[in-house]
């Protein structure tokens, strides 16, 4: 059995999904914060700006910086209250259309959120370790989010918070079926840019096809190594990836399965018993200690 992300037609689109211009509080304007990712190499970019009062609710055009080889997804980073601590929320809604209506005034982050899935977005509950949001916070959301923010490039370059794995997993362990994507939350106003993406499965580069495939799951996410496939062979997990140097099965509570080869190895075979019935990430890492992130795995 291939998992659907690497059995899906097409082929991987690297992009960002999470990131500001001067539209909001970023430092640049939005044609050279698309360029920067273009010239990096990047297949696409969803440019995030905050939809909030203070900045004109923007949801910024960035249609004229499309090319032949890199396209552009219109979102937002919306926010309403409140989460646990009382802060507004964070939420990551990437495909909404551009005349997406300013939040209302009494509307709360859950029902922002709903909202925008409702307009056909992609919603993720954006940088969890950095708002510190609890499982009830996790909860809350359930209706709205297709994923969570498993690692962001800004919070860890100013605060050692990039981490969202935590709320995925604790979601994962009460049967709940979300995925996680990585993101760099670039501002430009700091070295905050780069260093974490999404390679998406479609059958070409075009932003409604993005959004649905982020929506199926059909994709994984990456600091550098790449993922070329994941299988269930019987009861093993079966990778294929760039050159890495540790291979890693996690799950509920402390169920992990790890390998490391003496030698970077670019395939590995992981047992999975232990992992029967419930679900399972893959985790690898490279020499530089990039990691990259498979979605969840559920097995029978």
């Known amino acids: 059995m291939s998992i659907e992300a690497f059995a899906a037609p097409g082929k991987f689109w690297r992009g960002n999904l999470h990131t500001h211009s001067n539209r909001s509080d970023g430092a640049l304007p939005p044609e050279e914060v698309c360029a920067l990712y273009r010239d990096a190499g990047y297949d696409f970019l969803c440019l995030s700006d905050h939809f909030i009062a203070r900045y004109g609710f923007p949801i910024s055009d960035t ?130 840019g780069f260093r974490g993406w999404v390679m998406v499965k479609a059958t070409a580069n075009e932003p409604a096809l993005l959004v649905e495939a982020l929506k199926r799951g059909e994709y994984y996410s990456s600091q550098g190594p790449r993922l070329h496939d994941v299988s269930v062979v019987g009861k093993e997990i079966h990778v294929r990836s760039s050159p890495a140097s540790n291979f890693a099965l996690v799950g509920r509570g402390s169920r992990a399965v790890q390998k490391r080869p003496e030698k970077e190895a670019t395939s590995m075979i992981l047992p999975a018993e232990r992992f029967a019935g419930d679900w399972l990430r893959v985790v690898i890492e490279d020499r530089e200690r990039h990691l990259a992130w498979s979605n969840p795995i559920w097995l029978p």
């Not at 032949?68 to 809604?93: C, K, M, Q």
């Not at 994507?181 to 070295?191: E, G, P, S």
């Open 63 to 192: 249609l004229p910086f499309r090319t032949d080889r890199f396209t552009t997804i219109l979102g937002a980073e919306i926010h309403a209250p409140a989460n646990s601590h009382g802060e507004v929320w964070h939420i990551l809604a990437a495909g909404l259309p551009a005349d997406f209506a300013p939040t209302g005034e009494t509307e709360s982050g859950v029902d922002l959120a709903r909202r925008a899935r409702a307009a056909g977005a992609f919603v993720g509950i954006a940088h969890p370790q950095w708002s510190s949001l609890s499982i009830e916070d996790g909860r809350s959301m359930l209706e709205a989010a297709h994923s969570v923010e498993i690692y962001n490039t800004s919070c860890d370059v100013e605060c050692a918070r990039p981490d969202g794995t935590y709320l995925l997993d604790a979601l994962l362990n009460e049967g709940n079926r979300l995925s996680g994507y990585a993101a760099d939350d670039a501002h430009f106003r700091i070295d905050d």
